[in-house]
């Protein structure tokens, strides 16, 4: 690192001393660099359950828990205890380190246990029956000391076999996909399909106990010589469970081209086992779960409601999945005919949309189905097998992501088959082609007018869904009996919310991460701050009832919010360019995280939680050339031509990631450290430049200082905290952009800098500029910066950075005495309201506490006086009855929330 120059080390001591003296008109919130650990910030942490019932019928669960700097090093070994003081198993790793090196973040793997939880340094307690893992043979055999689980380490066969004692329950898991090469739009032509198979590459071992082990296991989809449809899975098992956990991944990369009907349609995607039946047909059962635990709880060869009784006794035992006593001892007039009761093989459920399935069974393959039941939302779940053990399984948001669908197949044989369809092969093919035949925007200037009135950024061959990818849950239960129907219930249950334990907001708070002083609890103590809590609670109800009104469900759009509203049709703008689907515009995800990191609330993590799997992988490019850039906001996820970095930003996925030590969100996370080369790849001022011939040059990028590279920061950051592969060189880009940043004449406002791949630095230009974005602080910096101020010891970027909070919301004539010139045309004041309030607690600045609340009151963005209540709508105006706040947009909501949020913890001791 070059050495500081004299005048900036001045320019630090003055800020310095004016924080020391306004630190007592800041209610002595002077935040510097965050102090190391002092005592009592080792005392133990409380874990709780986001929702009641403890781990109820899961395998087990995995908690993310934050330490103060230097509270404990890499070496510490920690002790989990229940209310009763009983030691509970614990399997702990860390995922994340302090830049002094100790503990910032662990994981800790829990099996077993209900009620709140106690985590302490000390020595582990072991579990009974541990995890263990084999690598020898042809098979990686997993155990959790209940079940035993043969992982293939090639061909299609990803799970050979799942037994329970000596008993096999499930054997030949494997994947299964449909592709229909043409698609027809109108009512002529015969569909054809191709089924293809998984074939896996690559087996790994992440985990192998005691606790928990993970299995990953990657492939493509084969028939014959074609691969394609890549897929990452991996396998979860916890010591003592009777079930393992499947996380399973695709990404998209078949061909689809607007206005042509053949291409790579998928038809059914799934997942499938083969479980053998050995219970007479009487005694073999099939469950399948219907809205909320209710099920559809059958035999395959029924013997209820026949003319003739078998008796009382032999009935209730049939339903509730019990052995039945031998046939001599029922009626005879019953065991004489038991050859002529049907024996139903084949059942089918399938959520076609969010708001209906069908259950439909039949005898066997060539025969007439009939219709079992029906009704809005299944579960997801189901049972196949008898007195002699069966298998379990289920899909997590079954019905907000359809069309998902459940087979079960030659119940009546030896071998029934069970398949889990991602995508139901009921359901229209997966039409992924672009949705508008370009209307003739050829040219840049087309595409700019198209701009003008639809705000979508077309550009032909860009609206492409090749590269895009999906995560689907899954569990599997191998039991020794039919279940009892309170044991299916917490099964079903498990599936339809997985367990997840908690650590509290104040732990998250005292260990100073994602942005050290930026939120707290929620305050009510004074009627002010009340309104504005009542104000976040009334955004964010208004979007969870959204989400189910307007029904944004679905495969892929499950998890985002749209943009903005139409009043008025009354409706949101689902169909009008860029106004459509949000793709993390101006930062929803950022406000609903930092909304539950304050309160805990367990809705609030499941909104969070949705929004994160869908826009860290359907928003952002994985495979192809576009790999590591995402998508801005428009009718279909991928329809926008403008790919950018700031769309697939690691910012938005590391609170799920440390919060749950999710390893998929990992992989995200860690592709992203090399993002700054696709700035290679694609000129994002392409159409707006006033050189036609520009060229990128490795050594002289162009690369913005807000949206640009608070991207590319929070990547390289996560990666050196992580100590993933490349932290070395994380660690280094973040040093070095930093410092460069700060050496531009005009530090942030300077706006844009020449970018070298090589050595990491921007180039220091030689004449100040002026730069200013409203949309440069808006995709994280201010929450990035915070964090790494806290943890680099830079006085000059701090300094750079604080100015540009000083002057973003200052007049023009401030703005201009400063730098030269004035911002020009700027939006957003009440967002940027909390870089005001940031920088006049770290500098002590009064004045800009006060521009801080006025800018958060009196600019744009939402008003005291806006309504803060709904309307409702129904009848002709809408599609269905509900209500519409028509005031609110995402953008502002978004904006507001991380403003109020932030506002009330570093200023809330100072409000007008």
């Given at each position: 690192m070059s050495p500081i120059p004299r005048r900036s080390l001045l320019k630090a001591a003055a800020v310095a001393g004016a924080a020391a003296q306004f630190s007592w008109a800041l209610g002595g919130k002077d935040a510097q660099a965050a102090p190391r650990a002092e005592a009592g910030d080792t005392d133990p942490v409380t874990l709780d359950w986001l929702e009641d019932g403890g781990l109820g019928a899961a395998p087990g669960t995995t908690v993310g828990v934050p330490w103060p700097k230097g509270a404990y090093q890499e070496n510490q070994t920690f002790?989990?205890?229940?209310?009763?003081?009983?030691?509970?198993?614990?399997?702990?790793?860390?995922?994340?380190?302090?830049?002094?090196?100790?503990?910032?973040?662990?994981?800790?793997?829990?099996?077993?246990?209900?009620?709140?939880?106690?985590?302490?340094?000390?020595?582990?307690?072991?579990?009974?029956?541990?995890?263990?893992?084999?690598?020898?043979?042809?098979?990686?055999?997993?155990?959790?000391?209940?079940?035993?689980?043969?992982?293939?380490?090639?061909?299609?066969?990803?799970?050979?076999?799942?037994?329970?004692?000596?008993?096999?329950?499930?054997?030949?898991?494997?994947?299964?996909?449909?592709?229909?090469?043409?698609?027809?739009?109108?009512?002529?032509?015969?569909?054809?399909?191709?089924?293809?198979?998984?074939?896996?590459?690559?087996?790994?071992?992440?985990?192998?106990?005691?606790?928990?082990?993970?299995?990953?296991?990657?492939?493509?989809?084969?028939?014959?010589?074609?691969?394609?449809?890549?897929?990452?899975?991996?396998l979860y098992f916890y010591a003592g469970a009777d079930?393992?956990?499947?996380?399973?991944?695709?990404?998209?990369?078949?061909?689809?081209?607007?206005?042509?009907?053949?291409?790579?349609?998928?038809?059914?995607?799934?997942?499938?086992?083969?479980?053998?039946?050995?219970?007479?047909?009487y005694d073999r059962h099939i469950r399948i779960g219907g809205e909320g635990t209710g099920m559809l709880r059958e035999a395959v060869k029924g013997i209820?409601?026949?003319?003739?009784?078998?008796?009382?006794?032999?009935?209730?035992?049939?339903?509730?999945?019990?052995?039945?006593?031998?046939?001599?001892?029922?009626?005879?007039?019953?065991?004489?005919?038991?050859?002529?009761?049907?024996?139903?093989?084949?059942?089918?459920?399938?959520?076609?949309?969010?708001?209906?399935?069908?259950?439909?069974?039949?005898?066997?393959?060539?025969?007439?189905?009939?219709?079992?039941?029906?009704?809005?939302?299944?579960?997801g779940f189901g049972y196949v097998g008898g007195a002699s053990g069966g298998f379990s399984f289920g899909l997590r948001d079954f019905w907000e992501k359809f069309p998902a669908q459940l087979d079960i197949r030659g119940a009546q044989t030896?071998?029934?088959?069970?398949?889990?369809?991602?995508?139901?092969?009921?359901?229209?093919?997966?039409?992924?082609?672009?949705?508008?035949?370009?209307?003739?925007?050829?040219?840049?200037?087309?595409?700019?007018?198209?701009?003008?009135?639809?705000?979508?950024?077309?550009?032909?061959?860009?609206?492409?869904?090749?590269?895009?990818?999906r995560t689907s849950e899954l569990l599997f239960w191998a039991n020794d009996a039919t279940p009892a129907p309170e044991t299916l219930a917490r099964q079903i249950e498990a599936v339809r919310t997985l367990p997840q334990l908690a650590a509290p907001p104040r732990q998250l708070i005292k260990a100073g991460v994602f942005g050290p002083g930026l939120y707290s609890e929620p305050d009510r103590s004074t009627p002010a701050k009340a309104k504005i809590e009542d104000h976040l609670d009334f955004l964010f109800t208004y979007y969870k009832d959204q989400v189910e009104q307007r029904r944004w469900y679905g495969f892929w759009d499950y998890g985002d919010i749209m943009h903005t509203y139409d009043t008025v049709r009354h409706q949101w703008r689902y169909d009008v360019g860029g106004y459509a689907w949000d793709n993390s515009e101006l930062s929803p995800d950022l406000w609903l995280w930092y909304a539950y990191l304050r309160s805990g609330r367990a809705d609030i993590f499941r909104f969070a939680e949705a929004m994160t799997r869908h826009t860290g992988e359907v928003d952002v490019y994985h495979l192809g050339k576009w790999a590591g850039l995402g998508t801005r906001h428009g009718v279909q996820h991928y329809a926008d031509s403008a790919k950018q970095q700031r769309i697939a930003n690691t910012?938005?996925?590391?609170?799920?990631?440390?919060?749950?030590?999710?390893?998929?969100?990992?992989?995200?996370?860690?592709?992203?450290?090399?993002?700054?080369?696709?700035?290679?790849?694609?000129?994002?001022?392409?159409?707006?430049?006033?050189?036609?011939?520009y060229q990128p040059d490795p050594h002289a990028l162009s690369i913005g200082f807000g949206?640009?590279?608070?991207?590319?920061?929070?990547?390289?950051?996560?990666?050196?905290?992580?100590?993933?592969?490349?932290?070395?060189?994380?660690?280094?880009?973040?040093?070095?952009?930093?410092?460069t940043i700060a050496a531009q004449p005009n530090g942030f406002v300077q706006g844009s800098g020449l970018y070298d791949l090589d050595t990491g630095r921007f180039a220091v230009a030689q004449q100040p500029a002026v730069g200013v974005s409203h949309l440069s602080a808006v995709f994280g910096l201010n929450e990035l910066c915070a964090e790494l101020i806290d943890l680099v010891d830079m006085p000059e970027f701090n300094e750079a950075y604080f100015d540009y909070c000083r002057y973003f919301n200052a007049t023009k004539a401030e703005q201009a005495a400063r730098y030269g010139t004035n911002f020009g045309s700027l939006i957003l004041f009440q967002g940027h309201s909390r870089l005001d309030a940031y920088a006049a607690v770290?500098?002590?600045?009064?004045?800009?506490?006060?521009?801080?609340?006025?800018?958060?009151?009196?600019?744009?963005?939402?008003?005291?006086?806006?309504?803060?209540?709904?309307?409702?709508?129904?009848?002709p105006m809408a599609l269905?009855?509900?209500?519409?706040?028509?005031?609110?947009?995402?953008?502002?909501?978004?904006?507001?929330?991380?403003a109020a949020i932030e506002n009330l913890a570093l200023l809330g001791d100072k409000m007008p």
């Open positions: 002790a989990l205890t229940d209310a009763g003081g009983k030691a509970v198993p614990v399997q702990s790793w860390p995922i994340a380190y302090w830049p002094d090196g100790s503990l910032k973040w662990t994981a800790h793997a829990v099996g077993s246990g209900d009620g709140k939880l106690t985590l302490t340094a000390g020595t582990p307690a072991a579990p009974d029956k541990k995890v263990t893992v084999d690598r020898n043979g042809g098979t990686i055999d997993v155990s959790t000391g209940v079940i035993t689980a043969k992982i293939g380490k090639s061909g299609s066969t990803l799970i050979k076999s799942v037994t329970r004692g000596s008993t096999e329950i499930a054997r030949n898991g494997r994947l299964v996909l449909l592709r229909q090469p043409e698609i027809e739009d109108g009512d002529q032509g015969t569909v054809k399909y191709e089924r293809f198979d998984g074939a896996v590459t690559e087996v790994t071992v992440e985990q192998d106990g005691p606790v928990r082990a993970v299995v990953r296991i990657d492939g493509r989809h084969r028939k014959g010589d074609r691969t394609w449809l890549p897929f990452s899975i991996r079930s393992f956990r499947m996380v399973h991944t695709v990404t998209f990369d078949g061909t689809q081209e607007p206005g042509k009907a053949s291409g790579d349609f998928i038809r059914g995607l799934g997942v499938r086992f083969t479980v053998p039946m050995r219970d007479q047909a209820t409601g026949l003319r003739r009784d078998p008796g009382l006794a032999v009935q209730q035992a049939q339903y509730e999945g019990r052995k039945l006593p031998d046939p001599a001892t029922w009626d005879q007039r019953v065991t004489t005919r038991l050859q002529y009761i049907p024996e139903w093989g084949d059942y089918t459920l399938s959520q076609l949309s969010a708001d209906g399935f069908t259950v439909r069974k039949r005898t066997k393959q060539g025969h007439g189905w009939i219709t079992a039941g029906g009704g809005r939302r299944a579960s030896d071998e029934a088959e069970v398949t889990l369809w991602l995508w139901s092969p009921e359901a229209q093919p997966m039409d992924l082609r672009f949705y508008h035949d370009g209307m003739g925007q050829d040219t840049y200037a087309e595409q700019l007018e198209g701009l003008n009135i639809t705000y979508e950024d077309y550009e032909p061959g860009f609206g492409t869904p090749y590269g895009i990818a910012t938005y996925r590391r609170f799920y990631y440390f919060l749950t030590a999710d390893e998929r969100v990992g992989d995200l996370m860690h592709a992203n450290v090399d993002s700054d080369e696709t700035f290679l790849v694609l000129d994002p001022q392409r159409k707006v430049r006033p050189d036609p011939d949206t640009d590279w608070s991207g590319l920061v929070s990547a390289w950051l996560t990666e050196w905290e992580r100590k993933g592969p490349k932290w070395e060189k994380a660690r280094a880009r973040v040093l070095s952009t930093m410092e770290k500098t002590g600045d009064a004045k800009l506490a006060k521009r801080a609340w006025d800018k958060f009151y009196n600019s744009d963005g939402y008003k005291e006086s806006a309504p803060w209540r709904t309307e409702k709508i129904s009848g269905v009855e509900g209500s519409e706040a028509s005031w609110v947009s995402t953008n502002d909501t978004a904006l507001y929330g991380l």
